[in-house]
């Protein structure tokens, strides 16, 4: 997810927060937002900031990973509340004896939102572009199980024979991995990397690599989702109307899904109060505690496999010093944020997989211990702090405020270091990470599928998401020994080895495992927010309320 897939919010003060003072300030009753959209059979709901894009081979930020799976569905797609695979555009699928060929078997009734059938070369033509190095995808990481697929999208190689992608005939695609992947099935069901695009709608807007066509643009988008792009006004509102070319469009009721663009988790909730939104994508930390405790409550709490962390620039003094990094890990006092910053959403962080990762050891890799801290840092040169640069932590605007400041106010207490806050809207922060243009940085981690690999993956060499500049051969050949062991439990304690030499270099700095916050109005119903952040609006049903 995402992504970073990180778990951010931003702050702006739009369009649409104008119109709730309006609606505030008018005297006589009138038909809310919500009241008109159970009437229309509209959704409305909340989106963390402005999408970076909408094509499925290059989205990178939290916003994305909520809109696109409404617009591209992929061979098997997720069930909303357990992410098990489903079919999807694949009716049936099957797997060989040696567990590393699957099978997939296109419906009849597959179409794209122009009406053009969906075929095998759709699915060919769509992965090869993903792993086009010119078009620098960040996801094809979730590609490496698949046979040649690293050395394509490295440039290593430029036969696309090599790898393990093929079409017998037009309704049937093959996917040969490497070994047997137990949680492939999954990956591919969740991750929009895996959607198909419409080729001729492309190519009719330039080159197939080029990231700034515009043919995601309302006026040319063709998907193939339970929804299709109508409107998109920046920073306002992503509108998406029901497809009636869908495989499944009997199954969704509502006809109009409207994603409005909140940069502050406070507006969000007021807007929410106001009956404007069915749904938010967060709740501001001091409001939970009231949720908590009504009757009836709107508030949702999941245990979610999300993982906040920060990014540590190894490529910058100080930051080049192994035992500074972990001076600043281990003077961070965890469960203070959980209880004081997070009001009990979190737990303390001790690891970078989250503790509830299906099958995977509980253990912890390190400790708060202020005492160990200093004495790193004075052994780094800095004793008492003495000496030390002036330092950036780098975060986006609003939704990191009261973490960042705990953070800040910390490492002052504790290593007597100055720390200064640096905040972005979440592009700019977003480029900043890609560039690597940074000291410490604030980022966060959505599972992409239920397995530590989906954390670990991250910071290997070569990782379009490993922001760290930071290389380790015994990590990477970790990874490369559990993704070739055959028994499980051999291969999960590989990968618990891997976490161990992450955590001693510290390129990440883990801080909480977060638990996801929403509220959802009770006309919204049909609708299971699951573990991963994974929306599926497809299912929803609207009711008039009494």
């Keep these: 997810m995402l992504p970073q897939r990180p778990i951010f919010q931003r702050f702006s003060f739009s369009v649409f927060s104008l119109s709730l003072l309006l609606l505030f300030s008018a005297c006589a009753p009138r038909e809310t937002r919500v009241e008109e959209g159970n009437r229309t059979g509209t959704l409305h709901v909340g989106s963390p900031g402005e999408p970076s894009e909408l094509d499925p081979h290059i989205i990178n930020a939290p916003p994305d990973f909520r809109i696109v799976p409404m617009l591209f569905e992929g061979l098997l797609k997720g069930h909303s509340a357990n992410l098990t695979p489903l079919p999807a555009v694949a009716e049936t699928w099957e797997l060989s004896a040696d567990r590393k060929t699957y099978t997939f078997h296109i419906r009849a009734n597959a179409r794209w939102s122009n009406g053009d059938p969906i075929t095998s070369a759709d699915f060919i033509f769509s992965w090869q572009r993903a792993l086009t190095p010119a078009l620098g995808s960040q996801y094809t990481f979730l590609m490496t199980d698949v046979v040649g697929a690293d050395d394509f999208s490295a ?44 080729r001729a709608t492309i190519e009719a807007s330039g080159s197939v690599t080029d990231r700034s066509s515009g043919w995601t643009k309302p006026e040319t988008f063709v998907g193939n989702g339970p929804f299709v792009l109508t409107d998109w006004r920046p920073n306002e509102i992503i509108t998406l109307a029901k497809s009636e070319t869908y495989w499944e469009a009997e199954r969704v009721e509502i006809n109009e899904l409207v994603y409005h663009t909140f940069d502050n988790s406070s507006t969000e909730e007021l807007a929410f109060r106001a ?51 972990r001076a600043f890990a ?19 962080a001790l690891r970078i997989v989250p503790t509830g990762m299906p099958g995977y050891p509980t253990d912890s890799d390190f400790e708060y211990d202020p005492t160990t801290a200093r004495q790193l840092l004075s052994d780094a ?13 780098s975060t986006e605007a609003g939704g990191s405020a009261n973490l960042s400041e705990a953070l800040q106010a910390q490492w002052r207490t504790e ?4 720390v200064n806050i640096l905040n972005s ?10 560039r690597k243009d940074f000291d410490l940085a604030i980022g966060g981690w959505t ?3 239920p397995d530590a690999t989906t954390y670990l993956d991250l910071w290997k060499t070569g990782s379009g998401y490993n922001f760290t500049n930071w290389e380790n051969l015994s990590y990477d ?17 590989i990968l618990r080895t891997a976490e161990g030499i992450l955590m001693q270099h510290m390129p990440i700095i883990p801080i909480v495992f977060e638990k996801d916050t929403l509220l959802i109005h009770p006309s919204m119903t049909n609708f299971t927010p699951n573990a991963m952040d994974r929306p599926d609006y497809s299912t929803v049903t609207l009711k008039a309320q009494p």
């Design 275 to 325: 009956g404007q939104l069915h749904r938010t994508v967060w709740v501001p930390t001091s409001k939970i505690p009231g949720y908590r405790e009504q009757q009836n409550s709107p508030l949702i709490e999941v245990d979610a496999l999300i993982d906040r962390f920060i990014n540590v620039n190894t490529a910058r003094v100080p930051f080049d010093d192994t035992r500074v990094r």
């Design 155 to 198: 440039g290593r190689s430029d036969d696309f024979s090599t790898v393990g992608f093929a079409a017998p005939d037009s309704q049937t695609v093959t996917i040969t991995l490497n070994h047997p992947t137990p949680y492939f099935l999954t990956s591919l069901a969740n991750n929009a990397i895996w959607s198909p695009v419409h």
């Design 381 to 393: 040169g800095y004793p008492n702090g003495a000496n030390f640069p002036a330092v950036d932590l």
């Design 425 to 434: 809207e979440t592009r700019v922060h977003w480029n900043k990470l890609n």
């Design 477 to 493: 050949q970790a990874l490369v020994a559990a993704a070739a062991e055959p028994n499980p439990t051999t291969r999960l304690a």
């Design 330 to 348: 281990l003077a961070i006092d965890r469960a203070s944020l959980a209880e004081h910053v997070y009001l009990n959403t979190a737990v303390p």
């Design 447 to 449: 599972a992409d599928y």
């Design 415 to 418: 290593l007597n270091v100055r």
